[in-house]
């Protein structure tokens, strides 16, 4: 029956509208309150704004009667999503609503806009100007427009664990999207997707996991900002309750008057998921999981879910809370009333093992504050919840941010928050690994866990469907290799105080970045005591074998301005990366095989490759560091019979040394394309070639186990050392040799004596790189077990 001319009030004789009702009562009159039945002669009364004629509109309504009618959810669902496919089928997109005349569409396709709980049906058009979502009920605006050029980074996304959503940032911020789509195909979300990126080119390629993961190992971007980008990453979305982005819990200390982040018994063990860190607990849920029938899992609720994420943000998302909640609040002492009982239950709780959200190390503290007076209910001890209890440490809300922001960026958290990436991100996600680190979920909320698709009963596969939205979903793998360790410098003396504040945190100069200038006497001094190497720190930050050091990073060099670093690759190219934003700034495509080596002097690049050459090249740019594509010059080309696989330059810059696969040894004059002289020292492949200080000689070692030494002037061999084992790498002062072998062992030798006057214990395999500091005071080696260690000679 339609009482108004207008259609804005229409009587449905059902009570199964009753569903629909409490929708549109809960912003009845402006405000938030759990919702109210209104009875009477089985008449419910609601408000309902659809766009279209009346006639349209009493159809609508008819046939969403009768889909309230049906006895089965599943039908009913299929019944509500028939008719908005078939009205979507009846409109298109509005091309009155481009912003230029002379757009030319590409694609146009139905999909949703996506935020908190709730769907938004529309029509999708991307131009070659813009990115266009029409919603079917004009809300929030009649149409949201996007411009290509603004869009920073667009990524794909699983919704209800099927890939069907595509989510558009035109901003760095990573917890602010400018539109989220579920299409209803993945084919049509992927064209989307590909044409974009085809367009932002250059955006696209920045956003990986291994991209950021170096721009954090070296302290570029903060301990929060790299866990948002994973969470991004990884399908999390402050749109999508069911995978908004999970941080971790890095303080256990909430009942102190002081916060102590010199303590590490202040922290949370960052190797543990919340439901192992309690022992007790544990092997209950473990006995219980042993005695499980297939499917295993050993906690029965997710770290993340929309509930959990809503407990948190109840005070400032309410009618969230009332949508999820069938219109009600939680239990008054159930709600998130206090931070230390909030994580005393995820300790002790049978049932709760939830992680924090990036609000905890925020700057915005409305969420702990009922700035909006809601009516929370009252606890079992008579209080009304208003409030969030803080420990006693933070005076405020808003200090008790800056604490959490000041642990989450500590040394401690820096120095593990690796092993915690490892559990939700990593290689502890799945399989054996989870099962070893006791971080088994249901299968249900790992993506693959479940084909929502194949499943044909609609009651079956609505209920599914809800489940994985409600449970939570565990986030997409990015890693399956363990995640290396942040490179973390030693942090000022923090203080406990709660004048605590950022300024202290400042990281001191690395004991290697600055060292005095040592006269040559020293540096004698030095290689001197080169068989009393101690060890001072070692790290295992790479993921494979570290086959070159130049101040610790990986078959590289750094350019002398510290701002770049160029790689050469078994793919042919010669690979210049910027330090501050770890990304790939330029490419040098000048061989034809595997480039094996580089060397930079005096602003200019040698290369030697597998295709037998080594090429001189010039850089034209007057600045390499800048974001402009760089220019090279080729200066010279030194034709060899087999591949090269390493050089060295004269410490003046006018000798070159080159040693091949075959195992011959080359010198030459960079002012001349032929060779000075020479001769096959090896008989297998030459690992390393170097020049003496003073330019006399040459060392070469090789695949024959034999260390050789080479008189520059003659191109003779002065000696020849036998070595019980392969020697890959080595420093020398024209006398002492510092080499690293086949075993892990380093050895000192007497070139005089032809002796290993001292052995020291270093890797766990082959040494296969050797970095020394130019006042011989420091020593970084690295190996096949893919360590790093740093050693200085004690005197």
């Known amino acids: 029956e339609v009482y108004s001319k207008k259609v804005d009030s229409l009587t449905l004789n059902s009570p199964c509208a009753r569903p629909i009702l409490k929708i549109y009562l809960i912003k009845e009159e402006n405000m938030v309150a759990p919702y109210k039945y209104e009875r009477g002669e089985k008449r419910v009364t609601f408000q309902l704004e659809v766009p279209g004629k009346t006639e349209d509109i009493v159809q609508i309504l008819l046939q969403l009667h009768r889909a309230s009618c049906l006895d089965k959810l599943g039908d009913q669902t299929a019944m509500v999503a028939a008719i908005l496919q078939s009205r979507l089928a009846r409109t298109c997109f509005d091309k009155n609503s481009f912003q230029h005349v002379t757009e030319n569409p590409h694609m146009e396709c139905v999909a949703e806009m996506v935020s908190p709980l709730v769907t938004n049906a529309g029509h999708v058009c991307i131009t070659d100007c813009n990115l266009y979502f029409q919603p079917m009920n004009s809300y929030p605006d009649s149409v949201v427009q996007i411009g290509l050029h603004s869009v920073r980074r667009i990524y794909k996304r699983r919704h209800g664990l099927r890939p069907l959503g595509l989510e558009v940032f035109c901003t760095e911020n990573d917890l602010c999207s400018d539109i989220y789509l579920k299409f209803y195909s993945t084919k049509e979300r992927d064209e989307l997707y590909y044409y974009i990126a085809t367009f932002l080119e250059n955006h696209i390629v920045e956003c990986t996991a291994e991209s950021y993961m170096l721009q954090w190992q070296r302290g570029h971007i903060s301990n929060y900002q790299y866990l948002l980008h994973l969470n991004n990453l990884a399908d999390r979305s402050v749109n999508d309750l069911s995978q908004y982005p999970v941080f971790p819990w890095v303080i256990s200390d909430y009942s102190s008057t002081q916060l102590d982040l010199l303590n590490p018994a202040s922290f949370r063990d960052l190797s543990k998921p919340i439901g192992a860190l309690n022992t007790e607990r544990l092997e209950r849920l473990l006995e219980r999981y042993r005695d499980m029938p297939e499917p295993h899992f050993m906690y029965g609720s997710h770290y993340s879910s929309p509930g959990y994420v809503l407990f948190y943000l109840v005070r400032v998302a309410p009618e969230h809370m009332l949508c999820l909640q069938n219109g009600r609040f939680d239990q008054a002492d159930r709600m998130f009333n206090s ?146 360790q942040r490179i973390t410098p030693r942090f000022h003396n923090l203080s406990a105080t709660p004048s605590l504040s950022s300024s202290e945190l400042s990281p001191m100069s690395p004991s290697m970045e600055s060292f005095e200038d040592l006269t040559e006497e020293s540096k004698k001094m030095a290689w001197s005591n080169m068989n009393k190497l101690a060890l001072q720190s070692c790290h295992k930050i790479h993921k494979e074998a570290v086959t070159g050091i130049a101040v610790a990073l990986s078959s590289c060099l750094m350019l002398p301005d510290d701002k770049i670093v160029v790689c050469s690759s078994w793919d042919n190219n010669v ?50 560091s800048s974001n402009k594509r760089t220019q090279f010059d080729l200066l010279a080309e030194f034709e060899h019979e087999a591949g090269v696989n390493t050089l060295d330059l004269s410490p003046a810059g006018t000798l070159l040394a080159t040693g091949t696969k075959e195992g011959t040894l080359t010198l030459w004059d960079i002012a001349s394309p032929l060779p000075l002289n020479q001769l096959t020292c090896h008989s297998g492949k030459i690992h390393q070639v170097a020049f003496s200080p003073d330019s006399r000689h040459i060392l070469s070692v090789g695949e024959d186990s ?65 970095w020394m500091n130019e006042q011989c005071s420091t020593i970084i080696t690295g190996g096949v077990d893919k360590q790093i260690i740093l050693w200085k000679p004690e005197y």
């Not at 007076?373 to 409030?387: D, F, H, I």
């Not at 991100?425 to 680190?437: L, N």
């Not at 080595?730 to 072998?741: E, I, K, P, R, Y």
């Open 339 to 484: 931070v230390g009982e909030t994580w005393k239950n995820c300790l002790e709780g049978g049932t709760d093992f939830k992680e924090l959200i990036p609000e905890f190390y925020g700057s915005d503290s409305s969420f702990l504050k009922n700035l909006l007076g809601l009516n929370l209910g009252r606890r079992q001890g008579g209080g009304r919840v208003e409030n969030v209890e803080l420990p006693p440490w933070a005076s405020d809300p808003d200090d008790f941010l800056e604490k959490m922001r000041l642990a989450l960026e500590c040394q401690y958290v820096s120095e593990h928050l690796h092993e915690w990436i490892d559990l939700i991100f990593g290689f502890k996600q799945r399989g054996s690994e989870a099962v070893a680190a006791h971080n088994v979920f249901h299968p249900f909320t790992y993506e693959g866990g479940v084909d929502c698709d194949s499943i044909e009963d609609p009651d079956q596969k609505i209920a599914m469907l809800t489940q994985i939205l409600e449970f939570g979903q565990t986030p997409r793998q990015l890693f399956v290799t363990p995640h290396p």
């Open 575 to 624: 690979y210049f990366y910027s330090i501050a934003y770890g990304r790939r700034q330029d490419t040098l495509m000048g061989h034809d095989d595997a480039v094996s080596h580089i060397c930079w002097r005096d602003d200019k690049l040698y290369t030697a490759s597998w295709d037998s050459t080594v090429k001189i090249w010039k850089c034209v740019a007057d600045d390499i």
């Open 706 to 770: 034999c260390l050789v030494v080479t008189d520059v002037q003659t191109g003779m061999l002065i000696a020849t050392v036998h070595a019980e084992q392969e020697q890959r790498c080595f420093c020398w002062d024209g006398n002492t040799v510092l080499s690293g072998g086949m075993s892990g062992d380093l050895s000192v030798w007497d070139l005089l004596s032809s002796k290993v006057i001292h052995k020291i214990p270093a890797h766990s395999g082959a040494v296969t790189c050797m």
